[in-house]
T-cell receptor, first 111, second 113 residues
């Protein structure tokens, strides 16, 4: 059983469309990180959210941490082909000192 | 440039032939770890090290060994590889603890025939 469930696992959309990726759990997290991984490379940190209800923006990407710190979302506005990649969420379980990763969302933006 | 370097990047080998994947970081990070990435399962931690000579099991340690004799290096050893260890492996480091953002290497794709 996956502690962190990401959905959808695969998403293919046209350039210019908007999309949202979800990261859900029944556990409470101290913080949550989002990474992007491109083919042949390791994951690269995009953002860390720490406070319940926190919203962070990175250009066209908006990250939100749920009020109860059990879930998070990544919203991309006007997706570009350069957004193509594997998006991973990773949570720090409260009281633990390790990361737990979701399965990932493989995003393809078609020109 | 701050980086985590893994070698080799690709390896095809046979069951039972011992192999070592090296990992080196140049950021003076205390915490290092190894993950394997499999389709539909995300990244799962194999072993981690909080400092020199301090290592511990992650979530999927069976069939693997590690050592941390120097701060910068954290090799992953497969003493007797089996086909179910075919996977994409990542080494990662962070400044102090495992819950902090991780710096990942570019991965090692292992195929065990």
């Amino acid at each position: 059983t996956q502690l962190l469930e990401q959905s959808p696992q695969f998403l293919s959309i046209q350039e210019g469309e908007n999309l949202t990726v979800y990261c859900n759990s029944s556990s409470v997290f101290s913080s949550l990180q989002w990474y992007r991984q491109e083919p042949g490379e390791g994951p690269v940190l995009l953002v860390t959210v720490v406070t319940g209800g926190e919203v962070k923006k990175l250009k066209r990407l908006t990250f939100q941490f749920g009020d109860a710190r059990k879930d998070s979302s990544l919203h991309i506005t006007a997706a570009q082909p350069g957004d193509t990649g594997l998006y991973l969420c990773a949570g720090v379980v409260q009281g633990a000192q390790k990361l737990v990763f979701g399965q990932g969302t493989r995003l393809t933006i078609n020109p | 440039e701050a980086q985590v370097t893994q070698n080799p990047r690709y390896l095809i080998t046979v069951t039972g032939k011992k192999l070592t994947v090296t990992c080196s970081q140049n950021m003076n990070h205390e915490y290092m770890s190894w993950y394997r990435q499999d389709p539909g399962l995300g990244l799962r931690q194999i072993y981690y090290s909080m400092n020199v000579e301090v290592t511990d099991k992650g979530d999927v340690p069976e069939g693997y060994k590690v050592s941390r004799k120097e701060k910068r290096n954290f090799p992953l050893i497969l003493e007797s590889p089996s086909p179910n260890q075919t996977s994409l492996y990542f080494c990662a480091s962070s400044a102090y603890r495992g819950h902090q953002p991780q710096h990942f290497g570019d991965g090692t794709r292992l195929s065990i025939l």
